[in-house]
């Protein structure tokens, strides 16, 4: 086995480094008129799945994402 010390439990600690740069994108993304790299489509997408997987849980049966979209 290994030991090393337990990850930090809260998200904006544990994430810190990924909410900056995330922060950033979108700030250069409204400075510069770019378009960010994830579209409103992409969030669509990955909320779809999380619901089909809440969903399959829920009913104790396999979801298809095309059920919840």
């Given at each position: 086995?290994?030991?090393?010390a ?14 900056v ?18 579209s409103?489509?992409?969030?669509r ?25």
């Amino acid at each position: 086995g290994a030991h090393a010390a337990l990850p930090v439990h809260f998200y904006p600690e544990r994430y810190e480094y990924s909410y900056v740069a995330e922060l950033t994108a979108f700030a250069e993304c409204i400075r510069t008129g770019a378009d960010p790299l994830a579209s409103g489509a992409d969030g669509r997408a990955a909320s779809a799945v999380a619901l089909a997987a809440q969903c399959s849980i829920d009913e104790c049966r396999p979801v298809r994402v095309a059920e919840i979209s």
